[in-house]
């Protein structure tokens, strides 16, 4: 009797996760060019707007070049099932607490190691929705989380699961995100997200806590400055070239909300013990 083949290993691996976010922003360039293009015929190609749908198309040739390559359904690689509302609330709660201690590590951060005057004036009129609110929202709460919850939580963490051991997957997923960002300011806050996001994808099999998470934490410094119309000192507002921290009150606030959301949470979910398929829900049941 002919030997049966063994099973093609799971795609992507570690570097052919790399070379694929190559391709990512080798495909971002040529967006940007064409924004750049554009220009001619009035398109603004620094508007948040702009920039969304050209974030939009990126990922979305990178995740079905992806796809593709698995060799695997897009139902598979980009699961949707649902989650309890029970668990998702939990997960919000989390997210809430998780990002205000990141934005007070990153008032730590600034100390030693302030960022270019560019940057920081790019990332309080994104923040404040200065240039316009709704491509602000567009491109942080809409686009970001569908392109990097795609990408990454789906594409590149699935290909993990099915390699190597569970917390491996989740941990080197969550560093290339965060090098994916391209500067230091950003690394914190994108790894500690995506460990948690990819966390949460592992141990329910769905995209839906890291998609709807992802979008609230992004809209929090939005919905602050615009809706809520808070001054909190160290988090909201223009940046004024001197490091803010925040009030005590805050930061324990954001205490108390990380570690009850992810209490709750922990006592709900558990990640599988060994590699698989990548889709987890239907090995790793909620508690």
């Known amino acids: 009797m002919a030997a049966v083949a063994p099973a093609p290993p799971a795609y992507p691996g570690i570097w052919q996760a790399v070379r694929l976010l190559l391709l990512a922003l080798g495909v971002s360039v040529v967006a940007q060019g064409a924004l750049l293009a554009l220009k001619q015929v009035g398109v603004d190609p620094g508007h948040p707007g702009a920039q969304a749908g050209a974030s939009l198309v990126t990922f979305a040739i990178v995740v079905a070049y992806g796809i593709r390559r698995s060799g695997s359904a897009w139902r598979d690689v980009l699961p949707l099932g649902p989650v309890p509302l029970a668990l998702l609330a939990p997960m919000a709660v989390a997210v809430l607490g998780v990002g205000i201690l990141l934005s007070e590590a990153d008032n730590l951060l600034r100390t030693v190691l302030p960022p270019p005057a560019w940057l920081e004036r790019m990332f309080a009129e994104l923040a404040g929705g200065r240039r316009s609110l709704w491509g602000s929202i567009a491109l942080l709460v809409v686009a970001a989380p569908l392109t990097e919850e ?38 914190l806050g994108a790894a500690t997200a995506g460990v948690l996001f990819a966390w949460w994808r592992a141990a ?72 698989s398929t990548g889709q987890g829900a239907g090995d790793v049941p909620f508690r």
């Open 150 to 187: 795609a990408l990454f939580r789906g594409v590149i963490l699935r290909g993990f699961l099915g390699r190597y051991a569970v917390r491996r997957a989740i941990v080197v997923s969550a560093l290339l995100f965060a090098v994916f960002h391209l500067n230091p300011w950003q690394f």
């Open 204 to 275: 329910t099999g769905s995209l839906v806590p890291g998609l709807v998470c992802h979008a609230l934490n992004n809209a929090m410094p939005i919905v602050a400055a615009n809706v809520a119309d808070l001054r909190i000192r160290g988090y909201t507002g223009v940046p004024t070239g001197t490091v803010e921290f925040h009030p005590w009150w805050f930061d324990a606030l954001g205490v108390a909300l990380a570690v009850g959301g992810l209490w709750l949470v922990a006592r709900r979910i558990r990640l599988p013990r060994v590699p």
